[in-house]
């Protein structure tokens, strides 16, 4: 009999039975998600499914973070606040923060995933845990509102498509333009329902930072989820986070086990953009050398770690933004910030011009600040170039990496930073 793949080894776990692709399966949930815009329709569906007085199956495996109106930007956004906090002291729940960072660095960063987990969460970047060796993915309000309730949720077990990335990547390429380009090959709905599992020497030589940018897309191309096959630097990670970590749940795919495989060579890869409205529009940085940009954002849970705004620095130099440029630095954690602070880069940021504002999704889903207006270009690490996104819908957002993203900034037009 063949092997299985990663997915279905965590499947069959949750589900306590060996099961397949294809497969439909109740499986148990070891962690879940909310934040500050999905969190109020899980608890209103929670109440409507339970009960006004029922109680969540486990409140120690549920976090509510908030990060996308953070702080609070209208009297809504506070209102919907409020209901979460409250719901969270009457029900017990003590993983929830609201200064805390973006949901999706914040809960690798905190230890609330674990190689082996199956973890749900209401939003689609979900998938950004399965750097972890997780099987993480996003669902509805709707789902979410069972999982509170049942501790459970079905899933048909998906296929696996693994993407070897082989060689090295050259200086000032990094993971986010691996994943622009693999986006592009595929294509927006190309892996739909798939289990996208990132493998070769060049994801090897990844770190857990880098690894989750490339988790993080893996919704962009249609996947359910992505996965890193967990080795000794998933572990490291993990250890310096969880110190009781046991490794009991540990998994790793089978080389026997069915799936489809496809195989990038990235040593000559140049710096990937893409380009507005389609996240699939991928071409190399130096084929929009000229294109006048109004904004950069630097963040978001695809790139607002410290070693992606430290790349930036890096590339920026002495140099400061261009006159006319608008740049906006957010790190995506609280955890995240204070490096970046003790390292002196919100001083080095600030003195060329930039804004360094605190942990949020900020302009990334274009409902807090830094919106563009009308006939605007936006240079931005983040996930999603939809028309729209993040402000007027006759603005554009084109999707790079911090290395491009800082060569844009002083610049003021998108470059390709090994031009600089």
Known sequence: MAGLTLSEKIFSRASKKEVKAGEFVMADIDRAMVHDITGPLAVKGFREIAGEDAHVWDPSRIVVLFDHQVPADSLAAAENHIMLRRFAALQGILNYDVFEGVCHQVMPEKGHVLPGDLVVGSDSHTCAYGSLGAFSTGIGSTDMASVFATGTLWFMVPETLRLRAEGRLSRLVTSKDVILRMIGDIGADGATYQACEFAGPAVSRMSVPE???????????????????????????????VPDFDGEKVLHGDEDASFAERVWEVSDLPPQVAVP????????????AGTKIDQVFLGSCTNGRFEDLALAAEVMGDEPVARGVRMVVIPASRTEYMKVLRAGLVEKFMEAGAIVESPCCGPCMGGSFGLLGDGEASLSTSNRNFQGRQGSPKARVYLCSPATAAAGAITGEITDPREI
């Open 277 to 288: 409205h389609h996240v699939d529009h991928v071409v190399p940085a130096g084929d929009l």
């Open 211 to 241: 690894r989750m940018t490339m988790t993080n897309m893996a919704i962009e191309m249609g996947g359910k989820a992505g996965l890193v096959d967990p080795d000794e630097t998933t572990l490291g990670y993990i250890r310096e986070r």
